[in-house]
């Protein structure tokens, strides 16, 4: 699993001709690193006397940074393999009509699969982008910055997830599936940048 | 180093009560990654007849981009070095007139220097989002989200660096630095912004 080896390694293997890690698990990635961020402020407001009355709030709030942040580091590795398999369809031999044939069903059902793991993705940015707003809003004011780097890593997270639903779209061929997905995901992203731009305001009002 | 210990390793660390990594590590990972995918895409671009006539351009944005991303992987121990040395400073005693003009003296020093790093964190991120323009408009077309997503986590980074310089300057008294610094950081941010703009309109573009 790329989570347990070197970072080294994972931006080596990025940057080289390999086509995995690409851009969805690096945008899990970056998920992961704002809901670590989240339960960094929540880590830093607990057990303080002067957030005593946030305490209840807080340890709910690191919970479920602490949910979502395993479950972008599962999607870093989901979108590798998601991506594995799409490749293994693309081998599968084309040279009569049976085999054109079968090579489209396992095709469109790969794409469908590879086109889940960054709708998912999405989906839980917006979860890290919610959680960055009551981090924001009663975590540690020493730590708001935190909170503020936690959103803008939620909204590079759902558009960089965005990028790579968008790509397996494009080969999709049911259409009601594209439509119904796109749609999700302009919703998610709507959502994103409108926390985006309030956590901003919170935070650089906070910082003073 | 963190970038020799696995993923987890840090994922945890940021989560955790420990003061760093921090927002600043994270914006330079997060610009780390960005070049990475720089890096990819010219990767993905290198020795291919189809894009025969810029061999040479992608050739330099690849020395580029990972010159870019070897800066970035330093940053994120420079960031985490320049707080730990702060953090220090934040112990020194201050019950005499002495010793509190002494941490004064100190105090600034450090802070100045922990506001560098996440200037230079911010001035990499736009050379980062230059060269995901580049990568956009000459690099394999297959690979095109993945230039979208490195302009993408380029502004995170930008604006993140941004929070983190936020941060710094306002213990710093020295105003002429602050002013100067902080002018210099805006501006950052509008290049920034503009490239993201222009890069994602050619990603959705290319990707049709």
New interface residues.
Partial sequence: M???????H??DK????S?EP??GS??A??G??G???V??VA??T?GKEKYKDVQLQIEALFKE??KL?NEM?AL?QKDTEAYGALSEVYKMPKNTDAEKAARTVKLQEALKKACQVPFEIGLTSLEVAKLSERAADIGNVAAV??A??AV??A??CA??AA??V??NI?SIKDQAFNNETWTRMQDVLNQVAALEKSV?AT??RK??
């Fill in positions: 790329y989570i347990d080896q070197p970072i080294r994972f931006l990025l940057a080289s001709e086509p690409g851009g690096v945008a990635l970056t992961a690193l809901a670590g961020l339960s960094m880590s830093l607990m940074s602490e942040r580091q870093i910055s935190d503020g780097v803008l890593l909204q590079a558009q960089s990028l790579n968008k790509i494009n901003m935070t650089y910082m003073g």
